[in-house]
């Protein structure tokens, strides 16, 4: 898995257009103990939080199907993490059709 960028000061988070930036932004970024701590301490310093749903992992891609993902994800104006995840899903699910598991 990649190194996370360690985020220190809350004016190194930029304001977000859509919530697939955010979420590109925070895959590939971390906020430092010093934050975490004071989100207890002081609700305003920090913008609100909502519980992770997934857990960030590492995958390599060939620059083609890179390239084809992401003309895909364009085509269907989504993200191309966000495309990949729906067709690991798919297919997950598939296999677990085919296996008897569900």
Known sequence: MSELTLITDMAQVPAFST?????????THALA??????????TDLLP????????PTSLRLGTDLERRLRHLAELKDTSYQ???KEFVLE????EE???GVI
């Not at 297919?91 to 598939?94: C, M």
Request: aromatic fraction near 8%; charge should be negative; proline fraction near 5%.
């Open 82 to 84: 966000t495309l990949l």
């Open 91 to 94: 297919r997950v699910y598939e």
């Open 33 to 42: 103990e010093h934050l975490l701590g004071a989100q207890h301490a002081d």
């Open 19 to 27: 919530e697939a930036e955010e979420a590109d932004f925070w895959a």
């Open 97 to 99: 059709k085919r296996l």
């Open 48 to 55: 609100p939080t909502r519980p992770r749903k997934s857990h």
